[in-house]
């Protein structure tokens, strides 16, 4: 064993021993408050002289509370935490850190600084001023492995693995095996571990209140770094970023803190909760430092770290399940575009995008991906490798992953992996890491099973097998045993494994495994085994197993023996005593008896001789947990789960006292005393508390016979009892009996901390305690002290987990050397003990030899099956048993009586019968009962229908097993075999077992790595492209002839305005069409001489057929090298890949699948015949039967034998079958079993069974069709019957007649046989001719299944090149799309710059024709045309349109400047007249003003025309800039693309090269094989070459067909020669023409127009379409006025009429206003006449008046009102554009406004 600092010496340690130890979390009950106040004090002074230099820490040594409630104790649980953490903290200080502690923290630590690892880690405890040494015990070997811990497995180099055991890190080298170890600092345990990606840090993140991070150096192991106050009491995991600079840790319950560390500078960066449930993991984007992923309980979390206006701070979306079911993720992985991908405890992945589950992944048929959780997710080499629980490891495509989408509602894609591994059986993978090996693809692999594997991931044909490099315990090591003679132990666990080790050795030696767990062990003493060689295991289903273990090197040894092993077991006696698990084993001290104690509440005694013999069982009140034999009787002591003892008044009274005395100092006593005696006066004391649920019973051990010492748990820890056996009384029942200890030791810090198990040393001078907490606790005690008064002094030690890791045996060696602890954390520790002898320097474990005879030895029956029955269950069993056996036997005479009244009874009916029928009783006589045989039919049906019942499950699940094994066998086959056997030979033809076609044929793979297009294909396709463009803009432009005014309306005749107006457009039109279509003629000419002078080849031209032809030669001729010449180049269209492959072999299938299927057919078709010609001869055969019947025997032919139809011709009707078939069928097993034949009779019965039925069937079938021909032979012979009773003597007319008859029938009779031969041959020949057919087709489908191996063996080989050569497909695909990107730009490029020279030339064209048209304009005898020119050529400065929008107030004068001259003003001469000064804002006099305004609008056409060419020649020149660099790339980039389609062709090269080792099978025969040496075929072909008959030839007439080719060519290059030359003489002789037709032109022109003109602009001369559109217009507009005026005057006659018409209707109103005036008056005047006569109104009836002056009234009002509405209506009238409104309502009393004037 190895640790660092081993370099201090024993002094120091013993020095710092007795420094101030770690204190007590909490006091013993009965611990004064003043001993509080004095250790705090302590407390304070300790810490003040202890200050480190990396800040002081605090840990406590218990942080482990129970957590749940204690009644009667004095304080809670929260309350206990708060004051551990307040008065519990302890700082370890190293002397040389205690200067400035707090200002080194803010200073930048050094990178040179190292904390001290010996005054860092925790030190053993011993109690101060105790001669107690520090190396009492020294840890030498770890056995054990945490293998359920997450992330225990971490990598340090190639042959350096570590991994977390309790209290310590074990630094494991796998070639030496050798361990180093490092201790905790807190002594709580670790938490988690991790790896610096460089490999040269590790982290060891701690448990404990507020622990630490502690990050060492590797390989010098020394601290590096503290990080401190990350989290509560553990951490969960920590993970560096791809950097190393950033460390991320997560803490576990209750904060669950997540931060950020800079961990150089030991200083947090950002810190918050990472979620209020478990976490697992957190990890850094590989890809992104900022991005963060926390995953666990139920959750999966996306960090990322923002800059926000407070600062950086760490920002969490919660990922959101949706539709699918909350899961607790384990296993994850973040993708390089961001996404995560993370398991599921189902097994299938989830692909997390934006915080949601984009898409859920499974395999095909929605199985899922893996069989369990998901563990792990690794990308690996592009590659996505998932560790699932199952034990497989499954890599999968990582584009398939990263692409992946859901396509519809489910959710769910199906993708299949690449490739898997199947670890082993029961593997439980956890987690998995790489390891570093150069040119290998090893992992190392965690297994929860217990294991550590190493795989090879390569998946290649030299992948090798899993390798399982350590074994160890799975979960808590439940016992523990050690050999009384050597170095050896015993261990087993609920992991159903029994292993032996050589702890002095560090060697494990050998396992055992078995169907169910152990739970009890115990080495058989030397009394019984005498060599120390055995040991007897309890199980957990109550078994109990004899093991022996011995030597195997010392057996015989036989020849062809595997590798030998140092140790080896075997099963010597197996029993089974109990029914629940065995929790205890127990010899007596003479070895004479075995005591086995369980849970079933029972202990079980066997008798010790050769074998163990049962003696009886006892009964116990609880489960037993230990057995301890008593040290002078068989009487023995049972502990199980009791109630707690009760604690004794005197110490209750003691720590009264000291309470007291505490609080008030002197007076307490008085005080105490005063109240014990009130107390004894006035009322007794309480009861003392005793808890509800008695406390568990931990373990004992005798202190002298009858006397036990013992631990308990719960309220009752932290104390050892002294008991005493009671009295033997048989009347008093043990659970009530209520005996309490009479002594007690109280022990420091255990009471939440109780003790568990108890060994002691040879001398009894040392008692070992193993913890709860998985601490040691070693107390010095004097030798024969039963009574333990001096438990004073002890040694203290953390070794396993504290917070699982509960001490479940500890035992010392046979000579008290070695100290072995086994815990529930899986652990097994090795300690040496402390002694001032030496130990020798290399001990190892003898290994027992083995008994003579072992090897010959029967192996005894093992008992695997849980629920066998027990000893006690047996003997029952069988006294059952015996109990029925009587039962049956009087069942059976009962039916012996019953057996012969039935007898009796069945004479008694013979007799009846016997008797004359009148005197014979009736059957229903003779029922005692009618009632009864209607009741036993009703039960008997019930029966039947309990039994149908009862058996329909079992029906149901075969009729299911039946149909899968119908899909898995029957389903997939499409014809099965068919054999035809021919009738007169024994010649037979058989079909094929077609298979439904494979997954090759049904589906093509697409492949990433299409042919891309050659350079050449491309610059093809551009030419095309180009010429159609060409072709395309070369069209005629057709010009639309619409008319240029539109149509006038149809049916109104044209005036003559119109008429003129028509007139003058047509003549403008037909004029300018003219002149387009001269134009569009000179167009089209100009385009023809352009396209002929494109088409004319340059002098280096050649021909693109010809370039193609070369090209193809080049390629597909000359000297081909073999494709194994190591400087073979594939062809484009040679190169394959695994796609491609694939259709190949689907393909190959395919055919072989038609013609397999053809042929079958055929056959099919020939069974139908022979079945056909069967039923025909049967037919043949019954006629010629009913014909011999007629003639005499001595005429009879043989009659042939109908052919049958054998079973294996009709393989469809094995499967049917009826109850008869089903009964023979049985009856036949039946008849197997006796003769003990049963493998063939099975196979004979199920054949022949079913068989029979179709043979017999077809025969049914057969003979049915033949019904008519048999009632017609069966009534010829009734009619031979006839005759024989009626015998005449014929007639000569009948015997002519019969002698006929007899001629025909001999005929037909022979007709017939010679029929059925002929059926029977012609049926053989066909036969034989298919028969024929088919076995060239085996042969074909032969060589097609040896070309398939080939192909499947081209396609593997493929696939494991496919990755890497998609990889530089892609490379030179992207090359090439940007090579042709960029070529597309230059050429773009080019075509912009041409267009801009265009424009150029287009803009100093209209210059040209400026200056042209003003010189035109000006004359030539202007006297001012120098003027007006400079005033056109002045060069000034213009403001720009911007600054002109913007100064728009501002004067536009504009000064002189010096800008750039115009293309015609350098040409031009100018005299000294640009030195002038003039003034060209005023026109002189005499000047024509309209020529100088011209002259100044020019001048603005003109800078115009110059801004717009320097902007033009900006943009070319930055078009040529451009095209420069684009030029620069281009070659950069084809530069790479050579290389890469280099790297292509070596790596198609190589590819070609392994596909060239594959051995291809071509059969041939003697005369195939030309190549001869000496006129023998030599024994080496490997220089051959393999033709096939169709290519040899093919290349023979290919010689011929090239020498003819070459003279062809010869004579055709002659050819050419000559051509050329007559080429070039007849060009020269046309050049002398043209240049004799160009003179005779040019003198036509200059006599007929005086001088050179330009044709192309008197042709395209037409009329000024302004001045004719002006003339248009103005008549149009003439045309337009004139209708208008016309429209004004109709209105006006229109309004004129109206206004008559209203005149007259007004007259009319006021004439009848006049008469109602008239009538008004007359009606004022009588109303007059009758006031006056008033009086004489009372002489008449009063009434009638009344209403008469009413009526009048009302008379008089309406009149009023209709004349006002007269004089309205009448003003209205009089009033322009009145309304004549009726006098619907009364009008009001106001004026009315007029409507309008």
């Known amino acids: 064993m190895k640790e660092p600092g081993d370099q201090d010496s024993y002094g120091e340690r013993l020095d710092r021993s007795k420094s101030p130890g770690k204190r007590s979390l909490s006091s013993l009950k009965s611990a004064s408050r003043s001993a509080v106040r004095e250790g705090n004090k302590a407390l304070e002074d300790a810490t003040d002289e202890t200050l480190t230099e990396g800040g002081g820490e605090s840990y406590l040594e218990d942080d482990d509370y129970s957590m749940e409630h204690l009644e009667g104790s004095s304080s809670s649980f929260q309350d206990d935490y708060v004051e551990t953490i307040r008065e519990s903290q302890y700082l370890e200080a190293p002397a040389s850190a205690s200067e400035g502690a707090e200002e080194e923290v803010k200073k930048k630590i050094s990178e040179n600084f190292f904390y001290d690892y010996m005054e860092l880690v925790l030190m053993p405890f011993v109690t101060p001023d105790s001669n107690i040494p520090l190396d009492l015990l020294t840890l030498v070997h770890s056995f054990g492995y945490d293998c359920k811990k997450r992330a225990n497995l971490q990598l340090l180099d190639s042959n350096t693995v570590m991994y977390i055991a309790g209290n310590q890190l074990i630094l494991l080298n796998l070639k030496t095996k050798e361990q180093i170890y490092l201790r905790s600092s807190s002594g709580r345990g670790i938490g988690v571990i991790g790896v610096h990606p460089d490999k040269t840090y590790f982290t060891v993140a701690e448990k404990g209140v507020f622990p630490k991070i502690i990050i060492y150096e590797y390989p010098s192991l020394r601290p590096y770094r503290i990080l401190q106050d990350g989290t509560e009491l553990a951490y969960a995991y920590v993970d560096f970023n791809y950097d190393g600079t950033l460390l991320a840790s997560v803490g576990s319950n209750p904060d669950h803190t997540l931060i950020i560390w800079n961990w150089k500078e030991e200083q947090p960066i950002l810190k918050t909760k990472a979620f209020s449930q478990e976490v697992f993991k957190v990890t850094f984007n590989p890809e992104d430092d900022e991005q963060l992923t926390t995953a666990g309980s139920g959750h999966i979390k996306f960090w990322e770290i923002a800059l926000t206006f407070t600062g950086l701070k760490l920002q969490g979306s919660l990922g959101r399940f949706g539709k699918t079911a909350t899961t607790d993720i384990e296993g994850y992985m973040e993708l390089p575009d961001g996404k995560v991908l993370s398991g599921s405890e189902w097994g299938n992945m989830l692909l997390w995008e934006g915080g949601l589950i984009k898409v859920e992944l499974c395999r095909g048929a929605r199985k899922s991906c893996h069989q369990g959780p998901i563990n792990q997710i690794v990308l690996d080499e592009g590659e996505v490798i998932t560790i699932g629980a199952d034990g497989c490891i499954r890599i999968w495509d990582f584009e398939t992953v990263d692409t992946a989408d859901s396509i519809d509602e489910t959710g769910l894609l199906e993708i299949e992996p690449i490739n898997e591994l199947q670890v082993g059986k029961n593997v439980k993978l956890f987690s998995m890491i790489k390891m570093n090996e150069i040119g290998s693809n090893f992992w190392l692999a965690q297994d929860a099973s217990g294991a550590i594997w190493k795989l090879d991931l390569s998946f290649s044909n030299i992948t090798q097998d899993p390798d399982c490099l350590f074994s160890f315990h799975s979960g808590a090591i439940e016992a523990l045993a050690v050999s009384p003679l050597t170095y050896l132990m015993a261990t087993t666990a609920l992991d159903c494994s029994v292993r032996i080790y050589d702890f002095a050795s560090k060697t494990p030696l050998a396992q055992m495994k078995f169907k169910q767990g152990g739970t009890a062990l115990a080495w058989v003493p030397r009394l019984v085994s005498y060599n120390g060689a055995q040991i007897i295991v309890g199980f957990e289903d109550g078994v109990v197993r004899v093991l022996e273990l011995y030597d195997p090197k010392r057996l015989t040894v036989f020849a062809g023996r595997k590798k030998v092993s140092d140790a080896d077991i075997s099963l010597k006696q197996v029993f089974k005593p109990h029914t629940a698990r065995v929790t205890a084993l127990a010899y007596e001290r003479d070895g004479e008896i075995l005591a086995t104690g369980s849970e079933d509440q029972t202990v079980f005694f066997f008798e010790v001789e050769k074998d163990y013999k049962p003696i009886g069982y006892i009964t116990t009140p609880g489960p037993v947990c230990q057995l301890i034999w008593s040290p002078n009787s068989h009487r023995f002591i049972e502990i199980e789960k009791r109630k707690r003892l009760k604690e004794l008044k005197e110490k209750q009274k003691e720590e009264r006292r000291k309470q007291l005395a505490a609080e008030m100092g002197g007076n307490g006593e008085k005080e105490f ?177 083995p008994r003579f005879g072992i090897e010959a030895e029967p192996i005894p029956e093992d008992i695997e099956d849980p629920k066998s029955y027990s000893i006690e269950n047996a003997r029952r069993k069988r006294e059952h048993d015996k109990l029925m056996k009587e039962v049956e036997e009087i069942k059976a005479g009962k039916r012996e009586k019953l057996k012969a009244l039935r007898n009796e009874f069945w004479k008694l009916i013979e007799m009846n019968q016997e008797l004359p029928k009148h005197m014979q009783f009736k059957r229903t006589d003779f029922d005692v009962d009618s009632k009864i045989r209607a009741e036993i039919a009703r039960k008997t049906a019930f029966k039947i229908h309990q039994v149908e019942k009862e058996l329909a499950w079992e029906k149901e699940k075969h009729e299911l097993g039946l149909m899968k094994l119908q899909n898995r066998f029957r389903e997939s086959l499409e014809n099965d075999i068919i054999v035809v056997r021919a009738i007169q030979s024994d010649h037979k033809i058989s079909s094929y077992r077609l298979v439904k076609p494979s997954k090759y044929s049904k589906f093509k793979r697409i492949s990433l790595t299409e042919r891309r297009t050659s350079k050449l294909e491309r610059s093809e396709k551009e030419g095309a492209g180009r010429k159609d463009s060409q072709k395309d803009t070369g069209g005629s432009i057709s010009v639309p002839e619409e008319s240029i005014i539109e149509e006038g309306k149809k049916f109104r005749p044209k005036t003559l305005s119109e008429i003129m107006v028509e007139n003058q457009i047509e003549k403008t039109r037909k004029l300018i069409l003219k002149a387009e279509r001269a134009q569009l003629k000179i167009q089209q000419r100009k385009k023809e001489w352009e396209e002929l002078y494109k088409s004319k080849p340059q002098d280096d031209f050649e021909d693109p057929r010809d370039v193609q032809a070369i090209k193809e030669a080049q390629l597909y001729m000359g000297d081909f090298n073999l494709k194994t010449a190591p400087d073979y180049k594939i062809p484009e269209h040679m190169r394959v890949n695994a796609a491609k492959k694939e259709e190949e072999l689907g393909h190959l299938d395919s055919m072989a699948h038609s013609k ?219 090359l090439d799309k940007e090579e042709q990107d960029m070529q597309w730009k230059i050429s773009e490029t080019l075509k912009e710059m041409e267009e801009k020279k265009n424009e150029i030339a287009k803009f100093q064209d209209q210059e040209k024709a400026l200056y042209a048209g003003f010189q035109a304009a000006i004359g030539e005898n202007n006297k001012f045309a120098n003027f007006l020119m400079k005033v056109l050529k002045k060069r000034i400065k213009r403001v720009k349109k911007k600054e002109v929008e913007g100064d728009a107030d501002e004067d536009e004068d504009s000064d002189e400047s010096s800008e750039e001259e115009s293309s015609l003003e350098s040409g031009e001469d100018e005299s000294g007249s640009d030195d002038e000064v003039f003034d060209d804002s005023i026109c002189p006099t005499n000047c024509d003003v309209g020529l100088f305004e011209m002259a100044l609008q020019l001048r603005e056409k003109r800078l115009d025309i110059e801004e717009a060419l320097v902007e033009e020649k900006k943009s070319i020149e930055n078009l040529r800039k451009e095209h420069d660099a684009l030029s620069k790339k281009v070659k950069i980039v084809a530069t790479n693309l050579n290389a890469a389609e280099e790297a292509l062709e070596a790596y198609q090269r190589e590819k070609q090269q392994r596909l060239n080792e594959l051995m291809i099978v071509i059969p041939l025969k003697l005369h195939q094989i030309e190549h001869v040496v000496f006129g023998e075929i030599p024994s080496d072909l490997s220089g051959t070459l393999v033709f096939s008959n169709q290519s040899l030839s093919r290349l023979q007439e290919r010689i011929t067909q090239l020498h003819e080719e070459n003279a062809k060519q010869q004579k055709l290059n002659k050819e050419c020669r000559e051509r050329r030359k007559q080429l070039i003489r007849e060009k020269r002789e046309m050049a002398k023409t043209i240049s004799k037709m160009e003179e005779t032109v040019r003198q036509l022109m200059i006599s007929k127009f005086g001088r050179v003109i330009d044709l192309e602009a008197l042709q395209t001369l037409s009329v000024n379409t302004t001045l004719e559109e002006l003339k248009i217009r103005k008549i149009r507009k003439e045309l337009l006025n004139a209708k208008e005026m016309k429209m004004w005057e109709e209105k ?52 009638a008046d009344i209403v008469a002056k009413e009526k009048v009234t009302e008379l008089i009002q309406l009149q009023a009102e209709r004349i006002l509405a007269l004089k309205e209506e009448i003003a209205l009238l009089r009033k322009k554009g009145g309304l004549i409104l009726p006098p619907i309502q009364p009008p009001q009393e106001k004026e009315m406004n007029p409507m309008g004037l």
Not at 706 to 715: E, N
Not at 750 to 759: C, K, R, S, V
């Open 673 to 849: 005393h005063a109240e014990e005696e009130e107390v004894e006066a006035e009322e007794p004391l309480p009861e003392i508390f005793i808890p509800s649920t008695p406390c568990h019973i931990l373990c004992g051990f005798y202190s002298e016979p009858g006397k036990f010492w013992v631990s308990l748990g719960g309220y009752d820890a932290g104390f050892l009892y002294h008991c005493e056996f009671p009295p033997y009384d048989k009347n008093s029942a043990i659970t009530e009996m209520k005996n309490e200890p009479f002594d007690f030791r109280s022990l420091e810090d255990t009471e939440d901390n109780p003790i568990q198990a108890i060994t002691f040393s040879i001398h009894q001078d040392l008692m070992f305690c193993g913890m709860q907490d998985g601490a040691i606790r070693v107390y010095i005690l004097s030798q024969n002290n039963p009574s333990l008064m001096n438990m004073v002094d002890y040694w203290h030690f953390n070794i396993h987990d504290n917070n699982y890791g509960c001490v479940k045996g500890i035992s010392t060696s046979f000579d008290d050397r070695f100290l072995v602890t086994t815990g529930a954390d899986s652990n097994i520790f090795v300690f040496t003990i402390f002694s001032e002898f030496e130990l020798k320097k290399s001990i190892k474990a003898k290994v027992p030899s």
């Open 1156 to 1374: 397999k299927k053809n042929m079958n057919k055929c056959i099919i078709s020939l069974r139908d015949l022979k079945v056909a010609v069967i039923e025909e001869i049967q037919c043949l055969v019954q006629e010629l039967k009913t014909i011999q019947a007629t003639l005499h025997i001595s005429k009879h032919i043989p009659i042939p034998e109908v052919p049958q139809i054998y079973p294996e011709e009709v393989p469809e009707k094995r499967f049917q079958y009826d109850e008869e078939i089903l009964l023979n069928f049985k009856q036949q097993q039946i008849q197997d079993e006796k003769s003990h034949q049963l493998e063939q009779g099975e196979s004979a019965g199920s054949a022949g069974g079913f068989l029979k039925l179709s043979s017999r069937k077809d025969g049914d079938l057969t003979t049915d069709s033949l019904s008519k021909s048999s009632k017609a032979s069966a009534s010829s012979a009734d009619t031979a019957k006839l005759s024989e009773f009626e015998k005449v003597d014929p007639i000569d007319v009948e015997l002519e007649i019969m002698k006929r008859d007899e001629i025909k029938h001999l005929y037909m009779q022979q007709y017939l046989t010679n029929r059925i031969k002929e059926l029977i041959v012609t049926f053989d020949a066909e036969l034989r001719l298919l028969r024929h057919q088919k076995l060239k087709l085996d042969t074909q489908m032969k060589l097609s299944d040896l070309h398939h191996v080939t192909l499947f063996q081209e396609m593997l080989l493929l696939k494991n090149f496919e990755k890497q050569e998609n990889i530089l497909q892609e490379r030179v695909n992207s």
């Open 1692 to 1743: 006006i006659a229109q309004v004129r009429w109206e206004l008559m018409m209203k005149t007259k209707e007004h007259t009319k109103k006021l004439h009848q206003m006049n008469d109602l005036c008239i009538d008004k008056k007359k009606l004022d005047s009588r109303l007059n006449t009758l006031q006056n006569q008033q009086g004489n109104a009372f002489q008449g009836p009063r009434k």
